[in-house]
C-alpha cells in the first residue's frame, strides 16, 4: 500500500464519524511524500506536486486539503463531522470543485423521516 493510500484510508476512516447534532474536529493526517524527482517539494501523485507553502485538493478524495510543507511533509484536512438535522439523512458534497472548506457543504435528505 502507498503512503498516499495509507493516508487516504485513514482519513476516510475519519469522515465515518459523525457526532450528534455538533460540529466535530477534522481528520487530520501527516505523511512525507516526497520524489526526488522533484526535489523539495510534495508529490500527491503524478499529477498533484506541490510547493511548501502551496494547498489544494487530495487527488481522489473528496474534498479533502492537502498543504504542503518543507522536505514533502503534507498534511491532510478532511472537513468538520457535521451530524444530520434531525430526521434527515447526509447524502454527496454539493459541489467538489470548490475551493476547501466551502467544497464541504453537504446535501441532505429530509424526505422521510427517518
Known amino acids: 500500500m502507498s503512503q498516499f493510500s495509507t493516508v487516504a484510508a485513514f482519513l476516510l476512516l475519519g469522515l465515518v464519524v459523525i457526532l450528534g447534532g455538533h460540529v466535530g474536529q477534522a481528520a487530520v493526517a501527516k505523511v512525507k511524500l516526497n ?3 522533484h526535489p523539495g517539494k ?3 501523485d503524478t499529477n498533484t506536486i506541490l510547493s511548501p507553502g502551496e494547498t489544494g485538493l487530495a487527488p481522489d478524495l473528496p474534498c479533502v486539503r492537502a498543504e504542503c510543507h518543507a522536505d514533502g511533509l503534507v498534511t491532510f484536512k478532511t472537513c ?3 451530524a444530520p438535522p434531525p430526521g434527515c439523512k447526509q447524502r454527496d458534497f454539493v459541489n467538489i470543485n470548490r475551493e ?3 467544497c464541504c ?3 441532505y435528505n429530509c424526505d422521510k423521516h427517518i
Do not use: H, I, M, T
Open 105 to 107: 457543504e453537504r446535501k
Open 42 to 44: 510534495c508529490v500527491l
Open 100 to 102: 476547501f472548506p466551502a
Open 35 to 37: 520524489n526526488s524527482s
Open 80 to 82: 468538520d463531522a457535521v
